[in-house]
């Protein structure tokens, strides 16, 4: 359904939406428009994911100049279920207004261990195997010796520069695995260096928190965006 809360007209992909869903989405918006800090409750299994992207989305949309997204997770189910929500609104959304409302970026950004394509990594089980396997293919200093076996897909996205970019669309992290595996590309590493074009990101807090991590990953994103 279709309603609007204030100037914003919310895609909300649902036949009904509850006067809590209602009253949520009416404080979240005030906190936006405030560009304050909100803090809001609801108790589980009463739409707080699914009412968070349709109202944000839908801001961005009435106010292309709001900065991103940026859902934060703890787990990767609980990223799963962000972007099968996230689908299921800009789905419901195009099918209002056309084409042009499916015309967003949005992308999960997650360890190498849940992102590499690379069967001889992939045969680490340990998530800090893995980082070391991949760094000791794609590290620069690995790569100026020249005599070291390297990873195909870091290469053939590093030899890409900035022509490495990604169409519209909403990518899972099996997403990012298939459309790396047809380009011959990195899923990880492409993840990372278009997160600051994309219009929604899901990745794990510590992105967010952790100043080791977010240093490496968060600093180029926009101070507009909404966490």
């Not at 990594?121 to 790569?143: K, Q, Y």
Request: aromatic share 12%; proline share 4%.
């Amino acid at each position: 359904m279709r309603f609007h809360i204030g100037e914003v007209e919310v895609f909300f992909p649902y036949d009904y939406v509850y006067a809590e869903q209602f009253n949520y989405m009416l404080e979240l918006k005030r906190a936006i428009d405030g560009k304050g800090h909100c803090l809001l409750e609801m108790p589980t299994g009463t739409g707080k994911t699914v009412c968070l992207i349709a109202l944000i989305t839908s801001y961005q949309y009435a106010h292309p100049e709001t900065g991103k997204l940026i859902y934060c997770t703890r787990t990767v189910p609980e990223m799963v279920k962000c972007i099968s929500e996230l689908k299921r609104v800009i789905r419901y959304r195009e099918q209002c207004v056309g084409s042009e409302g499916g015309k967003l970026l949005a992308l999960c950004l997650s360890s190498r261990r849940n992102m590499c394509i690379h069967e001889g990594v992939m045969a680490e089980s340990e998530r800090e195997a893995v980082d070391t396997a991949c760094r000791n293919l794609t590290a620069s200093w690995v790569r100026k010796k020249g005599d070291s076996e390297l990873c195909d897909f870091y290469e053939s996205f590093d030899s890409e520069g900035d022509n490495a970019s990604m169409p519209y669309g909403i990518y899972s992290l099996d997403d990012l695995k298939e459309f790396g595996r047809e380009k011959g590309w990195c899923p990880y590493f492409l993840a990372r260096n278009i997160l600051p074009r994309a219009n929604v990101i899901v990745y794990n807090y510590q992105y967010m928190l952790d100043p080791k991590v977010s240093t490496l990953v968060s600093k180029e994103l926009e101070q507009e965006s909404i966490v």
